[in-house]
């Protein structure tokens, strides 16, 4: 069984700050994918970004970039240059690689504000 | 491209009566499909996955009867609640994965908000 662990209470930055949001995973398998989303007060999740298991860079898109530590079973997403329409939740996600119809476990999520 | 629509984005029914969610990949073919609840300020839970011409697999607790799930086609999948309840007023997000596509990411759809009166 595979757990993505998001603790932080609600999260505040100031504009224009970087910010870190944690996610712990905990899984068996050796092959898997981490990702993040965004989901604005609209509804729809946004993908972020993503991280194989056996990707040996730690991924970046853009003003995102994802820290992965696999000895730590961790994958915090940083987001530098915050701006105001960052404010949304966002959600630490895994899936393991065993077939089409593998599927995405979610963490609860994180409240993220940016402040003026 | 990898885009995911929903409809309708909300609806309003009355206790007992049924609704259906349609959720359509508008540029791609989905293989596979899936369905997800969200209640305020909580995570995705997954109800159900589905393959295009193969009955829907369940998460357990989810009641099959309740929550119909139909892949007719490799465009389109749709949630039937049936005899929806007030309880089941939530937000419905389909996602849907297409195997040639970057591995493993699934589309989502914008959601469709469920008000059981």
């Known amino acids: 069984a595979q757990k993505i662990t998001q603790t932080q209470p609600g999260m505040f930055v100031q504009e224009k700050e970087a910010v870190t949001l944690d996610c712990t995973y905990d899984?068996?398998?050796?092959?898997?994918?981490l990702f993040w989303y965004k989901q604005p007060s609209s509804g729809e999740m946004i993908f972020l970004i993503y991280q194989g298991s056996y990707d040996e860079q730690n991924a970046t898109e853009g003003r995102y970039s994802l820290n992965f530590q696999k000895a730590r079973k961790s994958a915090n997403l940083v987001i530098s240059a915050s701006q105001l329409g960052d404010s949304a939740m966002y959600f630490c996600a895994m899936t393991t690689h065993t077939g089409a119809n593998s599927k995405l476990t979610f963490g609860k999520g994180i409240t993220l504000s940016v402040r003026p | 491209g990898a885009v995911v629509s929903q409809h309708p984005s909300w609806v309003i029914c009355k206790s007992g009566t049924s609704v259906k969610i349609e959720c359509r990949s508008l540029d791609f073919q989905a293989t596979t499909m899936f369905w997800y609840r969200q209640f305020p300020k909580q995570s995705l839970m997954l109800m159900a996955t589905?393959?295009?011409?193969?009955?829907?697999?369940?998460e357990q607790g989810v009641e099959k009867d309740k929550f119909l799930i139909n892949h007719a086609s490799l465009t389109l999948s749709t949630l039937t609640v049936t005899s929806a309840h007030p309880e089941d007023s939530s937000f419905y997000i389909c996602?849907?994965?297409?195997?040639?596509?970057?591995?493993?990411?699934?589309?989502f759809g914008p959601g469709t908000r469920l008000t059981v009166t």
């Open positions: 899984t068996s398998d050796q092959s898997y994918g």
């Open positions: 589905s393959n295009e011409g193969s009955k829907a697999t369940y």
């Open positions: 996602s849907a994965r297409e195997r040639t596509l970057v591995p493993y990411e699934q589309y």
